[in-house]
């Protein structure tokens, strides 16, 4: 089966730089996704890494590195409006299911 | 316009009640999902169907029946309702079974006394 680890909470301070990290167990894996969900509400899928290597969409920055079956997702420039929920998901198999993490809480405070 | 829709947004029922939740997706996309997420957060799929076939049904009690009338519309029905079943449930979409970015409707408290 598939499983994936995330810290359960993170801290940080308005403007700063967070990372939240990602490690799985699979076989077959055919990359991460990173998905956002503020409280009360939906998943948001924010970002994909199907290869190796670091892909930026704005502020946020998710990387991945398959030999270490380690991914990360990077908040930079924090805003209060990041507090939310993360979650890493994989592996992405047509006919295997999107496993997701169990989640990230980030809290952002002044 | 609404992506993925769901509906009702909160339900509150008695335990030993049926009861079902629509879904209706605008996307044209082929695959749609079932999610079950308690009230640790923990996110997990219950079905997935792709152009109105099942093709992903985890370890799900039967008394958990999803249908997909056409590809736009996955509902799920719920026979005899226990307090365990009390979470939000979440449908889901994406253009296909393969693809990494899904779509999610709004969420379904169910809340079972």
């Known amino acids: 089966g598939q499983s994936l680890e995330q810290p359960s909470e993170v801290t940080a301070v308005e403007g700063a730089i967070v990372q939240i990290n990602c490690t799985y167990q699979?076989?077959?894996?055919?990359?991460l996704s990173w998905y956002q969900q503020h409280d009360g509400g939906a998943p948001t899928f924010l970002s994909y890494?199907?290869?190796?290597g670091l892909e930026e969409t704005g502020r946020f920055s998710s990387f991945l590195s398959r030999s270490d079956s380690y991914g990360y997702l990077l908040l930079q420039e924090l805003q209060m409006k990041d507090s939310a929920s993360y979650f890493c998901?994989?592996?992405?198999?047509?006919?295997?299911?999107?496993?997701f993490g169990k989640g990230t809480r980030l809290s952002v405070i002044a | 316009d609404t992506a993925v829709s769901q509906t009702p947004k909160y339900l509150v029922t008695q335990m030993g009640n049926d009861k079902s939740i629509k879904c209706e997706q605008n996307?044209?996309?082929?695959?749609m999902y079932w999610y079950k997420q308690d009230s640790k957060k923990f996110l997990k799929i219950m079905f997935s169907?792709?152009?109105?076939?099942?093709?992903i049904n985890e370890t799900v009690p039967n008394r958990f029946s999803p249908k997909s009338p056409d590809k736009a519309h996955l509902n799920l029905h719920i026979n005899s309702l226990e307090l365990g079943d009390s979470a939000v449930y979440f449908c889901?979409?994406?253009?296909?079974?393969?693809?990494?970015?899904?779509?999610f409707g709004p969420g379904t408290r169910l809340t079972v006394t």
């Open positions: 699979t076989s077959g894996f055919y990359g």
């Open positions: 169907y792709n152009n109105k076939e099942l093709i």
């Open positions: 890494n199907g290869l190796d």
């Open positions: 998901a994989g592996p992405n198999s047509g006919n295997t299911p999107l496993v």
């Open positions: 889901a979409s994406s253009p296909q079974s393969t693809s990494y970015e899904q779509y």
């Open positions: 996307l044209g996309h082929d695959t």
